[in-house]
């Protein structure tokens, strides 16, 4: 096995730094990818190598296994997991944003099988160190690449109110961002903004409570009020939809004909982008959908991983160049 990943962690096994990851969509995403022996595939997230224990075995005899990943504590988890696999596996630390540049560096023309899981593994979420949950005080980072300069505090701390505001209203989708940044700027006016939990307050006072209600309901929504600033403010830090439009116009140098593509979203944003780029591609010819509409999970596999919950599965079958 291959791993160009440079400065990693070690474990002394794959239950360390706080395992757990359940791939979602399990048997959905091997029922349209079908991977075949000698195939190759490209795993755009590899995470924590839960879809990548499943798939890289029917690779075998002849196959190969590449694995993307910005996470240098994943990657280094799914190399322990991985490295008695029957087909070769090669792990690569770079955004799939770069999924061509990083085939370019193995000699790899086009894959067989393109597979993104664009949700987040359950230990990113899980370590306060991370910052990505308002459940859990921590730095305000939201980076799930540690080399990435800009972290979620800088934005909430120097964008001015207005940017603040589109920011959310764009990547959130939240109503109420322009009453949300109006009252950031205000505490930060006092003193910055630097934890996660500081932010959460802040933004749940910008809510209005429910009449007669108990404090801790806000306005008329069933999530967390903060739910809507902080998946926004980690689109923006990870750049996430942009990395997603440059994947997504990547795969005609990507897959091979015949080749299959599948991507598991788990909000509207991205949901919308994949479906809009596969419905093109299915027009022009250039591809196949084989999901009229997106596959979730079923009433099973909601209970045991609520993470699955918000998933949707999006696959097509390339047709070649025209």
């Known amino acids: 096995m291959t791993d160009t990943s440079d400065d990693v962690p070690t474990f002394d096994s794959p ?30 997230t590899l995470g924590r190598a839960g879809h990548a224990s499943l798939i890289a075995p029917r690779l075998e005899p002849g196959g190969r296994y590449i694995g993307l990943d ?7 988890y799914a190399r322990q997991v991985l490295k008695s696999s029957p087909v070769r596996v090669d792990l690569v630390k770079s955004n799939f944003a770069h999924a061509r ?3 370019d560096a193995l000699e790899i023309g086009r894959v067989d099988l393109v597979l993104a899981d664009l949700g987040f593994a359950s230990n990113q979420m899980a370590d306060p160190a991370r910052g990505f949950s308002f459940n859990l005080d921590g730095p305000l980072d939201m980076r799930l690449d540690p080399e990435l300069t800009q972290t979620a505090a800088d934005l909430v701390n120097n964008l001015s109110e207005r940017e603040l505001a589109d920011l959310i209203y764009q990547y959130g989708e ?3 961002s322009r009453k949300i940044a109006r009252k950031v700027v205000e505490e930060r006016d006092r003193s910055p ?3 996660t939990q500081a932010l959460a307050q802040v933004v749940r006072r910008a809510y209005p409570p429910l009449p007669g209600k108990k404090s801790g309901r806000f306005g008329r929504s069933r999530i967390d009020p ?3 600033t902080f998946m926004a403010l980690r689109i923006a830090v990870n750049e996430e939809l942009g990395a997603l439009e440059r994947l997504l116009g990547a795969l005609p140098e990507l897959v091979r004909p015949g080749g299959r593509v ?7 944003l991205e949901d919308r982008l994949v479906k809009h780029a596969f419905a093109d591609l299915d027009r022009t010819g250039r591809a196949r959908k084989l999901t009229r509409k997106p596959q979730t999970a079923g009433d099973a596999e909601r ?3 609520p993470r699955s919950r918000s998933a949707k599965l999006r696959g097509i079958e390339w047709a070649g160049d025209i």
């Open 15 to 44: 239950t360390d730094a706080t395992a757990g990851h359940v791939a979602v969509l399990p048997a959905e995403v091997l029922d349209l990818l079908q991977p075949r022996p000698g195939q190759v595939m490209l795993d755009c």
């Open 70 to 76: 910005v996470d240098p504590v994943n990657l280094e």
């Open 101 to 103: 540049e990083a085939l």
């Open 174 to 176: 939240e109503r109420l």
């Open 193 to 195: 903004i630097l934890t």
């Open 226 to 228: 903060a739910t809507r």
């Open 262 to 268: 599948a991507i598991i979203s788990f909000h509207s």
């Open 303 to 305: 209970d045991t991983n």
